[in-house]
């Protein structure tokens, strides 16, 4: 089975995260963690998050943060570094898609941001069974999903926004080596959270949504992510290699080539009256 790390993408990740922070920390506020807990971050990542449980924690409890990518454990280890975290913060590398490495009700709540793809756990609700098992009876399970790819970030090119994302789809897939993986991803009721809990013994399941909205003039998280992340890395090199396919016309390349270039009139940053549009969405659940 091929190796979870594939890719060193820390330095993006944590833009997006940064980009992300209004709706992290109100889904964190949601989960009502106790400052003296221990919990687990599944998916840390490069650590973004960590500061958004540091302000609620402070130094009392103590997080395990568990990825699969040695380059995000990097970053996140350089991140606790420089930013003082006060939290003891216990970092781990495993694969999902074998059990966790803890013992039954080890936790008293759990947080997996982005995590839950079918690209990457063609079973999904075999880790959901982990993350019931390694959760105590009383803990909070809280799933997110950031869902960038029903944002808006081309306000005004609705038609041009959706070739975009078809095309970025369409890379995606095209990376992935192994095309059973891409059609699990592809058919995957993913995000329907509470349909996975449906056989757990889980209450007080709750959804709810956390707006991400930027207006110009945009604050310089926004820019970098924007631009730096989406514009460069991820739609660009999409466009250029498959949005004739996806049925875009010379013009309207021509046209997303101008928004995205800054030094074009058009640019998108650059105008009085661009938005950002995303939401994210949270499911919580208790473990009876």
């Known amino acids: 089975m091929k190796a979870v790390e594939e890719y060193n993408y820390a330095d993006s990740e944590l833009a997006y995260n940064r980009y992300m922070a209004g709706a992290y920390r109100e889904a964190i506020q949601m989960m009502k963690i106790a400052p003296a807990s221990h919990g687990l971050d599944l998916g840390c990542g490069p650590g973004g998050l960590f500061p958004y449980f540091a302000e609620i924690m402070g130094k009392e409890g103590s997080v395990v943060a568990v990825d699969g990518s040695p380059h995000h454990l990097q970053a996140a280890q350089v991140l606790i570094r420089n930013e003082a975290i006060p939290l003891p913060i216990a970092l781990q590398q495993a694969d999902f898609r074998h059990p966790l490495p803890f013992s039954e009700n080890h936790f008293d709540w759990l947080w997996a941001a982005d995590v839950l793809w079918g690209h990457l756990l063609p079973e999904p609700t075999a880790l959901i069974r982990e993350i019931y098992r390694v959760v105590k009876p009383g803990g909070t399970i809280a ?17 041009l926004e959706r070739l975009i994302h078809l095309a970025t789809e369409k890379a995606y897939h095209t990376s992935r080596p192994a ?31 956390h707006p991400i909205q930027y207006r110009a003039p945009l604050p310089p998280v926004a820019t970098t992510y ?48 661009y938005y950002a549009l995303q939401w994210a969405s949270l499911t919580v659940a208790t473990v009876m």
């Open 226 to 273: 924007l631009h730096d992340y989406l514009f460069v890395e991820v739609y660009q090199p999409s466009v250029s290699r498959f949005g004739a396919e996806v049925g875009m016309t010379a013009t309207e390349i021509d046209l997303f080539t101008a928004l995205t270039d800054p030094d074009s009139a058009l640019y998108l940053l650059h105008q009085p009256t």
């Open 143 to 159: 799933i997110f999903f950031g869902n960038y790819d029903r944002a808006t970030f081309f306000p005004g090119y609705p038609r």
């Open 179 to 209: 095309p059973t993986e891409c059609m699990a991803w592809m058919t995957m009721p993913e995000e329907r959270v509470a349909g996975w809990f449906a056989d757990m013994p889980v209450a007080n399941v709750a959804l709810s949504f």
